[in-house]
C-alpha cells in the first residue's frame, strides 16, 4: 500500500485501486453490505445518487416517458420463453426456490432486468395502433451476482433506471433508441462533467437480445474505460416470445418493436474515478451534496459574531438554490479543510474576524490554480460580490472539470495499426484500431492484452483495411475503440 495522506486515503498517484477502495469509505459515500457483494450507499453517496436521479428523471420526462414500478420477482419460465436473454443473464440470476417454508411450483428469478415481466404486461396492455408508443421508465434495484463486487462499479445489488417503450416499427424505435442515447451522453457532460465516447457495441458486446445496442464510455484517470449508459434496439425479439400485437390502421396483426435503456449507480464510481485526485473526491457542482462549505475561523466572543455571519451569508446562498454547509465542527480548520477536499466540495469559503471587518471571504476552489504546496489558492472577495457571482463560478467550475477530463481522455487516446502499438497503448488509454469484427480474433484481442472493443464510434471517421490483429479486412468502416474496462 502506498503511503497515506492526512486522512489516511492512499494518494490516487500511487496506487488507484487501493485509493477508490479507501476513499469510499472516507468520504461516507457507501460501506460493504452484510451480503458478499452487496453495499449500503450512506447519506452522502445517496444524495449524490438523488441528485443525478432528479435530472436524469426530468430529462425522461422532458422526452415524454412516464415512471411505472415492475416486481422484482420473475417467474423463471419468462426468462426462459428468450432464449438468447436467459442464456446471456444465467450466470448471474440469483433464484428463489422456497417461500412461505415450502417449495416454490416454480422457482422466482431475482429481476436481473425486467424487459420479460414487462413483456407480459405490454402483452396484455397493448392490441391497437392507438394504444402505441408506450413510453415507461421504472427506479429500482437489480440483482447480478457478481464474482468481483466492486462498491458502485459492479454490486451483487445496485440501483438504476430501465427504460422500456413499444413502439409500431422498426424507424420509430430506431429514434427512440438513438433519442436515448443522446439524453445519456448530454447528461454525462452537462451533469457529471464526463465527456464520453458515443458509440455502438459490436455484436460481440451486445446487451442479450438486442439487435443493436449503443453506450456511452468514459476514460477514467487510470486509463480504464467505464461503460455508463447503454440504449438497446430490442426488434421483435422480445415482442414475439411474449406475443407483444397490435392491429395497425390496415387491421394487420403485427408485432411491436421494442427498446430499452439504462443507467445505474455505477455512475456514482465514473464520478469518483474520472474526477478524482490524491486529495480525494472532485465533484461536479451538479452532483455535488455541498457546492459551497462555509468555514467560520475565531475563538472566544470572535467566535459568536463570526458564525452569525456564516448563517447570514448561508441563508443568502440558499436563497439562490445553492447546496451549503456551514461546517463548523470542533476540530481544527486544517482538518475541515482536508476533510472538505478529501469529500470534493466545489468551493469553500473561510470566514474570521478580520474578514468580517472587511465585509469579505476567502474562497478555495476543489481544483484549480494551486500554490508551491499543491494547495488551492484562496481568492479574497467581498461577500456581495461573491454572492452575486457563486452561479457563475459554479457553471465555470464545471466548464473546467470537463475540460480536464476531456483532456485526460485525449491524451491517453491514439491509433494503432499494428499489434504491438495497439498494446502498449490500451494500457494507458483509448486505442483506435480496424478490425474484422470476428468474436474470435476480439477474444484473442482480449486474451492477450485484456482490451475489449468498447464501441464503433459514431463519430469516427470512414477507413478501410487490414485488422489489426489478424490481418483480415475490417468490418465496421471505422476504428473501433479498444480500452481495458471495469
Not at 53 to 75: C, V
Not at 378 to 401: C, M, N
Amino acid at each position: 500500500m502506498g503511503k497515506q495522506n492526512e486522512l489516511g486515503v492512499t494518494p490516487m498517484s500511487e496506487d488507484v485501486s487501493a485509493w477508490y477502495n479507501e476513499l469510499v469509505f472516507k468520504a461516507e459515500l457507501a460501506d460493504r453490505g452484510p451480503a458478499k457483494g452487496t453495499m449500503v450507499i450512506r447519506p452522502y453517496g445517496y444524495r449524490i445518487w438523488e441528485l443525478l436521479q432528479a435530472q436524469l428523471d426530468q430529462r425522461f420526462k422532458d422526452t415524454g416517458h412516464e415512471n411505472a414500478y415492475f416486481p422484482l420477482f420473475i417467474p423463471q419460465s419468462y426468462l426462459q420463453r428468450e432464449a438468447e436473454h436467459v442464456e446471456g443473464f444465467a450466470p448471474e440470476l440469483a433464484v428463489v426456490t422456497h417461500g412461505g417454508g415450502k417449495e416454490l411450483e416454480e422457482p422466482l428469478v431475482v429481476r436481473p432486468t425486467s424487459e420479460t415481466v414487462i413483456g407480459e404486461m405490454y402483452h396484455r396492455w397493448i392490441s391497437s395502433y392507438r394504444d402505441l408508443p408506450v413510453l415507461i421508465n421504472a427506479w429500482n434495484n437489480v440483482v447480478r451476482w457478481e464474482l468481483r463486487p466492486r462498491i458502485f462499479l459492479r454490486t451483487t445489488e445496485f440501483l438504476w433506471q430501465e427504460g422500456h417503450t413499444a413502439h409500431a416499427d422498426e424507424a420509430e424505435a430506431m429514434e427512440e433508441t438513438l433519442r436515448m442515447f443522446d439524453v445519456y451522453a448530454e447528461f454525462a457532460e452537462n451533469v457529471a462533467a464526463i465527456p464520453m465516447v458515443k458509440g455502438e457495441k459490436t455484436p460481440g458486446e451486445r446487451f442479450a437480445g438486442a439487435k443493436r445496442t449503443f453506450t456511452i464510455e468514459g476514460l477514467m484517470r487510470d486509463g480504464k474505460a467505464l461503460q455508463s449508459g447503454t440504449s438497446h434496439y430490442l426488434g421483435t425479439n422480445f415482442a414475439e416470445a411474449f406475443d407483444i400485437t397490435y392491429q395497425d390502421r390496415e387491421n394487420q396483426l403485427r408485432h411491436v418493436h421494442t427498446t430499452s435503456w439504462g443507467m445505474s449507480t455505477r455512475m456514482i464510481g465514473a464520478v469518483i474515478l474520472a474526477h478524482g485526485d490524491d486529495q480525494g473526491l472532485v465533484l461536479p457542482p451538479r452532483l455535488a451534496p455541498v457546492q459551497v462549505a462555509i468555514v467560520p475561523i475565531g475563538r472566544g466572543e470572535q467566535a459568536e459574531a463570526v458564525r452569525d455571519k456564516a448563517d447570514e451569508l448561508r441563508e443568502k446562498l440558499t436563497a439562490q438554490g445553492i447546496r451549503v454547509q456551514v461546517d463548523d465542527r470542533d476540530t481544527s480548520p486544517g482538518f475541515r479543510f482536508n476533510d472538505l477536499e478529501l469529500k470534493g466540495v466545489p468551493l469553500r469559503v473561510e470566514l474570521g474576524p478580520r474578514d468580517l471587518e472587511a465585509g469579505q471571504v476567502l474562497v478555495a476552489q476543489r481544483v484549480g490554480e494551486v500554490d508551491e504546496r499543491g494547495r488551492a489558492v484562496k481568492e479574497t472577495i467581498g461577500v456581495d460580490a461573491f454572492v452575486a457571482g457563486v452561479q457563475e463560478r459554479l457553471d465555470a467550475y464545471h466548464d473546467l472539470l470537463v475540460a480536464r477530463a476531456r483532456a485526460y481522455r485525449d491524451e491517453h487516446s491514439a491509433t494503432a495499426d499494428d499489434l504491438a502499438t495497439f498494446t502498449e497503448q490500451v494500457k494507458v488509454g483509448f486505442s483506435y484500431a480496424l478490425h474484422c469484427g470476428q468474436p474470435g480474433c476480439e477474444d484473442e484481442i482480449k486474451a492477450a492484452t485484456a482490451a475489449t472493443p468498447r464501441c464503433i464510434p459514431s463519430d469516427g471517421a470512414p477507413e478501410e483495411g487490414p485488422c489489426v490483429r489478424c490481418g483480415e479486412p475490417s468490418t465496421y468502416g471505422t476504428r473501433v475503440a479498444f480500452a481495458r474496462a471495469y
